[in-house]
């Protein structure tokens, strides 16, 4: 699942000739339970992505890297994360010098020994 959400950030940023990738770790809460678990985030300086594409992304087979995608990489790490009952969300902007894609995702500590 990280290495799929790594993948995509680097595949988002390679248009630009490069960017940023950040990759941060911390104990968390999730915030709707408030259960204690781990926080991870992977965001990048891409180009962010359109509501259109935004509204689709974790959809079995939908994908926007024509031949060379799946649509099956944010589908398959979103049922992983739910089978363990945490949450994967995103923020995405196309905003001129604020572009990019930031994913959170939160796996309760708890999930381990169910």
Request: net charge positive; with cysteine.
């Amino acid at each position: 699942m990280l290495s799929n959400l790594v993948g995509n950030a680097i595949d988002a940023m390679q248009p630009l000739g490069g960017g940023r990738l950040l990759l941060r770790s911390r104990v968390g809460r999730d915030w709707t339970t408030g259960r204690s678990g781990l926080v991870i985030t992977v965001a990048d300086t891409g180009g962010g992505m359109p509501a259109s594409i935004a509204s689709r992304i974790f959809e079995p087979l939908y994908t926007t890297k024509g031949i060379s995608g799946t649509g099956l990489g944010l589908w398959i790490s979103s049922e992983i994360v739910q089978r363990h009952n945490g949450r994967l969300r995103f923020r995405s902007s196309q905003k001129k010098g604020h572009c990019g894609t930031a994913f959170t995702l939160f796996l309760p500590f708890d999930a381990v020994t169910r």
